[in-house]
T-cell receptor
Framework: DAKTTQPPSMDCAEGRAANLPCNHS???????VYWYRQIHSQGPQYIIH???NNETNEMASLIITEDRKSSTLILPHATLRDTAVYYC??????????FGKGTRLHILP | SAVISQKPSRDICQRGTSLTIQCQVD?????MFWYRQQPGQSLTLIAT?????????ESGFVIDKFPISRPNLTFSTLTVSNMSPEDSSIYLC???????????FGPGTRLLVL
């Protein structure tokens, strides 16, 4: 499994874009990049995933570098409810999800 | 998506006893998993619950301590046996509705062992 590096914590002002980086330099060619988040006292929640191309859904955008060694999750207009731990997880489509330490994102009012 | 419920939502148990946690999904799913989240830590995969056969355990987890059942495509149980205070954690069930789909997680069961 590819290893990931994420900053342990980040702050973002409410209403601004939150950009969460992830390094996954050992990712293999067929591994996707998944992002999940865990709000306090809840189970993890799927956000988005991608392979090579940038992806966008109603929750977030995912920017993957051309060499696929890093990616950035973008929450375009962060709200207080986006305060959570965000996990970047490389994996095959039928792999188990292995969680790292993630980034604790604080949205500041 | 899938709606997942877990019972109990929380419990306080005495050391040496066992607790069985139930996971119920509102639709048939291909894969079911059990995770543990110790206080202040990330999630750790315990095992994959296989329907009709023995669960597949991750390194560091054994069947005698964490027996798992999966009698059908919508239900699974995890038992935490002969509990000690170190077993105090949140236990989460997750499902993958179809192969190569995203996973969905239950709300978790908060266990405190005294």
């Amino acid at each position: 499994d590819a290893k990931t590096t994420q900053p342990p914590s980040m702050d973002c002002a409410e209403g601004r874009a939150a950009n969460l980086p992830c390094n996954h330099s050992t990712i293999s060619g067929n591994e996707y990049v998944y992002w999940y988040r865990q709000i306090h006292s809840q189970g993890p929640q799927y956000i988005i995933h991608g392979l090579k191309n940038n992806e966008t859904n109603e929750m977030a955008s995912l920017i993957i570098t051309e060499d696929r060694k890093s990616s950035t999750l973008i929450l375009p207009h962060a709200t207080l409810r986006d305060t959570a731990v965000y996990y970047c997880i490389p994996g095959g489509r039928d792999d188990k999800i292995i969680f790292g330490k993630g980034t604790r994102l604080h949205i500041l009012p | 998506s899938a709606v997942i419920s877990q019972k109990p939502s929380r419990d306080i148990c005495q050391r040496g006893t066992s607790l069985t946690i139930q996971c119920q999904v509102d639709s048939q799913v291909t894969m079911m998993f059990w995770y543990r989240q110790q206080p202040g830590q990330s999630l750790t995969l315990i095992a994959t619950a296989n329907q009709g056969s023995e669960a597949t355990y991750e390194s560091g987890f054994v069947i005698d301590k964490f027996p798992i059942s999966r009698p059908n495509l919508t239900f699974s149980t995890l038992t935490v046996s002969n509990m000690s205070p170190e077993d105090s954690s949140i236990y989460l069930c997750s499902v993958e509705p179809r192969m190569r789909e995203t996973q969905y997680f239950g709300p978790g069961t908060r266990l405190l062992v005294l």
